[in-house]
């Protein structure tokens, strides 16, 4: 097996060849003048399975038009099977018209993806369930879950004093999963607002009781401000120590700066994206999902 990478997430790609006993095989990626890319594959895939690994995130066109790219020359250099590890799907968040006249932009991902010829796509926390079915080729769809309650079991939080959190109600399915691997932990959720034209976000009511210590979960964390907003209303009711726990850290604007004065004490959040050094903030801590790529790999 060879695995390549794309430009956006290469220290995941590294730490996960590591994990397989592989070193990354090469690639070439020239950028002309104009900004147009020209991909080469410059280790020998003939016959071989072949894994990619690349992030969709900001810049999530480029990133798409990379990965489109070097699984397009992998197939034409003779490889057997491309796997597309993408372990942040861009565009999820648009996966059905919210108002009339938007286009369906994930549809016409997962259409153009299908196209190159990737034999199979493995991701991490989709923002919906449903999203796997908008794909007719297999999909294995990841979960830091397991990740998450290895680190609040670690930090001995599996207690009586905690309750896990979600900030809204798109995440209960989240949490009860969650809950499941704490032995039943109580959760709790916030109905939170956003206004779909300003991107304000709102939280109404906590739906279930507080305790001293809560643990907010969400798939990602983009502008922060359900984090934030999330935190005042549970320190409002009571709560006195907060961490968060979010998969896919976006990160757009100022949200480091949102997250580090949010009410919160600690946020986990994984390597699904890389985090450039100037957004990373003392709160932060950073899991990688690394091995659990590896594993599923090594299933496959
Ligand atoms: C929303 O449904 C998601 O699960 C996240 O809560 C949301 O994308 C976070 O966005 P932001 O950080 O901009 O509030």
């Known amino acids: 097996m060879k695995i390549f990478s794309g430009t956006s997430n290469k220290s995941l790609a590294e730490k996960l060849a590591e994990d397989l006993g592989l070193k990354l095989s090469d690639l070439e990626i ?10 080469t594959i410059l280790d020998k895939v003939l016959d071989e399975d072949t ?13 798409y038009m990379q990965l489109f790219f070097i699984v397009d020359a992998l197939k034409r250099s003779g490889a057997k099977s491309v796997t597309a590890i993408i372990p ?7 996966d059905h018209v919210f108002r009339p006249g938007e286009a369906v932009s994930l549809e016409v991902i997962v259409k ?23 794909f007719h080729l297999p999909i294995k769809h990841l979960s830091a879950i397991p990740l998450f309650a290895e680190k609040i079991k670690e930090e001995k939080w599996n207690d009586k004093k905690t309750v896990l959190v979600s900030p809204d ?21 916030i109905e939170k607002n956003r206004d779909l034209s300003t991107g304000e976000v709102a939280a109404s009511k906590i739906n279930g009781e507080v305790l001293s210590r809560a643990i907010i979960v969400d798939d990602m964390i ?68 690394s091995k659990m790529l590896a594993e599923s790999i090594k299933s496959a």
């Open 88 to 94: 942040y799907l861009g565009y999820q968040r648009q």
């Open 169 to 189: 109600m798109g995440g209960i399915r989240r949490i009860k999963l969650l809950s499941e691997q704490l032995n039943g932990m109580p959760y709790i959720s």
């Open 222 to 289: 983009s502008s922060g401000k359900t984090i934030s907003v999330a935190a005042d209303i549970l320190r409002k009711h009571g709560v006195e120590e907060i961490s968060v726990f979010a998969t896919h850290p976006v990160f757009s604007d100022d949200a480091s700066k949102i997250l580090q004065e949010s009410k919160t004490e600690k946020i986990y959040t994984t390597d699904t994206i890389l985090i450039p050094g100037e957004k990373r903030f003392p709160k932060l801590e950073i899991l990688s999902v």
């Open 112 to 134: 153009t993806l299908e196209s190159t010829g990737v034999a199979r796509i493995i991701t991490l926390d989709l923002h919906s369930v449903k999203i796997p079915e908008l």
């Open 30 to 39: 020239f950028v002309f003048p104009d900004g147009e890319k020209r991909i």
């Open 51 to 63: 894994v990619v690994v690349e992030s969709t995130s900001n810049p999530a066109d480029e990133n």
